[in-house]
């Protein structure tokens, strides 16, 4: 399975924000939008990516307020991408090492989406349940709930 499984399913709705968007304004959208994660854009350049994690991280260096903080000074600048060719294994792997929850999708220098942790964990969860309903059907006269005398599995 690839990332481009993911996106097909998910849809396209992209939210980003610039770098010099006040940190307050990008907490508020992410709390209306109810999302977990903003693209940080720079003339159509990725430039970061701001998450709850980042903001969290900022308000306590900053003693418990936002103030004037810009998205610029909570954002990661080096965050993880992947391409929609990328498979799914991968992006668990890289997701993992580096507590990543959200990952930008890119193609060359186009933002074609964003995944989540929880796409990733949906998506297993539904190739596992896929592929479990094709067994069960493979398997003639498959026990339902008991097991019948001389059923073999």
Known sequence: MKVSDI????GNTLYTVTPEEPLARAIEI???KDIGSLVVMDHGDLVGMLTFREVILCIVKSGGAV???LVRGAMDDHPLTCTSETELDEVRRMMLERHARYMPVMER???MGVISFYDVAKAVVDS??????MLKAYIRDW???????GAQL
């Open 109 to 111: 220098r186009m933002l």
């Open 67 to 69: 103030g004037n903080a």
């Open 128 to 133: 596992q349940n896929f592929e479990n309903r």
């Open 143 to 149: 026990p339902g709930g008991e097991e019948q005398p």
């Open 30 to 32: 992410m709390a209306d």
């Open 7 to 10: 996106l097909r399913v998910k």
